[in-house]
């Protein structure tokens, strides 16, 4: 969905430099999400850059054909670099209108929250539609209502209003070595069960616990928290949650 004609989208500075970049609003609803989606899978995985069409097309659920046409619209628009049949990399302006995206996204999913009291298991699919219907102007409206907060309900950063990111130093919890003191920084939102399964047992975004090995053989982690019963993970929960060492 684009913005109506009547609203003028505001220009949105990149990345902090000083220059400005056209609204996101301007992209057709697809541009914005592939935009999104290819900053997003290289966030919590510096290493996956640049993205393979594979890797788009999963997270879209598209075709490699349709990915492949929309990647070439992409480059021609100047948004991203690609080899024929090659990774895929944001420019510098198609990095500003990602996170643009990702601002919006995450927004409106603490303020589903915060404000409207939706679970945090519910929030990602509304978000997904509305973020394409904000203006700029409305995006900084909730912003300054919910205290311009840096963290979403799953914990990922919100980007400024100036494009700059603070990404906080965690570990896959599948990384973290057991006997040490956590605490809980991220829990990613794709599956919404894992996460009301987290919540029904009092886990949320700064939790505070011990990690301890599971069983052996079993490829299991568990959370040990002060007065609370241990949490036994199986690495597929683990591998969805990131912490920091306390």
């Known amino acids: ?10 220009a949105a500075p990149v990345d902090g430099a000083g220059e400005t970049a056209p609204s996101v609003s301007e992209l057709t609803a697809s541009a914005q999400n592939y935009l ?11 290493e996956r850059e640049p993205v393979q ?24 628009q100047g948004l991203v670099t690609h080899t024929p049949y090659g990774a895929v990399s944001l420019t510098d302006e198609g990095r500003a209108h990602a996170v643009q995206m ?14 409207l009291g939706y679970g945090w298991d519910e929030v990602h699919d509304e978000a997904e539609v509305l973020e394409h219907a904000v203006s700029d102007e409305l995006v900084d409206r909730i912003s300054a209502h919910l205290g311009n907060p840096d963290r979403d309900p799953h914990g990922d950063p919100i980007p400024a209003a ?11 919890l599948t990384d973290c070595e057991p006997g ?3 605490r809980l920084e991220r829990i990613s939102d794709a599956d919404p069960e894992l996460l009301q399964f987290l919540a029904e047992r009092g886990i ?5 616990f011990t ?36």
Do not use: C, N
């Open 211 to 246: 990690l301890a090995a599971g069983a052996p053989y079993s490829g299991t982690l568990v959370l040990e928290r002060t007065g609370q019963p241990a949490l036994t993970l199986g690495a597929e929960a683990a591998a969805a949650m990131w912490a920091s060492q306390r």
């Open 162 to 172: 100036d494009g700059q990111v603070a990404t906080p130093q965690a570990r896959q």
């Open 180 to 182: 040490a003191g956590y």
């Open 102 to 115: 990702v601002r919006r996204h995450r927004l409106i999913e603490t303020f589903l929250v915060q404000v």
């Open 53 to 76: 069409p594979s890797v788009i097309a999963e997270k879209a659920g598209l075709r490699m054909s349709t990915v492949s046409d929309a990647i070439k619209r992409l480059g021609k």
């Open 204 to 208: 949320e975004v700064g939790t505070d």
């Open 36 to 46: 999104k989606i290819i900053w997003s899978v290289q966030e919590w995985d510096p």
């Open 1 to 10: 969905m684009t913005v109506a004609a009547a609203e003028k989208p505001q």
